[in-house]
T-cell receptor
Framework: KNQVEQSPQSLIILEGKNCTLQ??????????LRWYKQDTGRGPVSLTI?????NTKSNGRYTATLDADTKQSSLHITASQLSDSASYIC?????????????FGRGTQLTVWP | EADIYQTPRYLVIGTGKKITLECSQT?????MYWYQQDPGMELHLIHY???????EKGDLSSESTVSRIRTEHFPLTLESARPSHTSQYLC??????????????FGPGTRLTVL
């Protein structure tokens, strides 16, 4: 069964600190992995996308890593800001369908305190 | 910022009412999707479309229906709303060319509450 598991479920950090969010998946055949940021009451917005051959990708203060052998990914946030408070969702796409079906994790709810 | 729009953003209605949630995109994307998301839970695909006059049911069974008469428009209809339909509904679209191949862009969502 294709699944995406994220940890922790929620996280509280102080402004300026770093944090790392985890994602494990069982989706096969694997196509790509995305991290999305979803603000409360809004739609998800893509942060990074990685294919099988990529093991790291950065977008400003966000750095994602991918280990396709162990089927794990992480999202590292550097020097957190209050605006980073949101849900971060790991999404894995399979290449077994023309639709490019997406499998969503439940997200990690990050709260940044001043 | 993706050019995909949803209206209304918030809707509170009584049981038994018929509602239509609107979704439009200006990116010329062929594929469009509707997801349902409850608080703290993952997104579930309820409908998708490959293009005009194409609609398919997703992974999660839904009593809603969709139509795709124009490329840019993908409305979702509930004939008779019930409290169990209370949820957030997210619309998305994806293209088939360029650097964003198959990347899904999401609208802001409609928060539906059925009393």
């Amino acid at each position: 069964k294709n699944q995406v598991e994220q940890s922790p479920q929620s996280l509280i950090i102080l402004e300026g600190k770093n944090c790392t969010l985890q994602c494990n998946y069982t989706v096969s055949p694997f196509s790509n992995l995305r991290w999305y940021k979803q603000d409360t009451g809004r739609g998800p917005v893509s942060l990074t996308i990685m294919t099988f051959s990529e093991n790291t990708k950065s977008n400003g203060r966000y750095t994602a890593t991918l280990d396709a052998d162990t089927k794990q990914s992480s999202l590292h946030i550097t020097a957190s800001q209050l605006s980073d408070s949101a849900s971060y969702i790991c999404v894995v796409s399979d290449r077994g369908s023309t639709l490019g079906r997406l499998y969503f994790g439940r997200g990690t709810q990050l709260t940044v305190w001043p | 910022e993706a050019d995909i729009y949803q209206t209304p953003r918030y809707l509170v209605i009584g049981t038994g009412k018929k509602i239509t949630l609107e979704c439009s995109q200006t990116m010329g994307h062929d594929k469009m999707y509707w997801y349902q998301q409850d608080p703290g839970m993952e997104l579930h695909l309820i409908h998708y479309s490959y293009g005009v006059n194409s609609t398919e049911k997703g992974d999660l069974s839904s009593e809603s229906t969709v139509s795709r008469i124009r490329t840019e428009h993908f409305p979702l209809t509930l004939e008779s709303a019930r409290p169990s339909h209370t949820s957030q509904y997210l619309c998305a679209s994806s293209g088939t060319t360029g650097a964003t191949y198959n990347e899904q862009f999401f609208g802001p969502g409609t928060r539906l509450t059925v009393l």
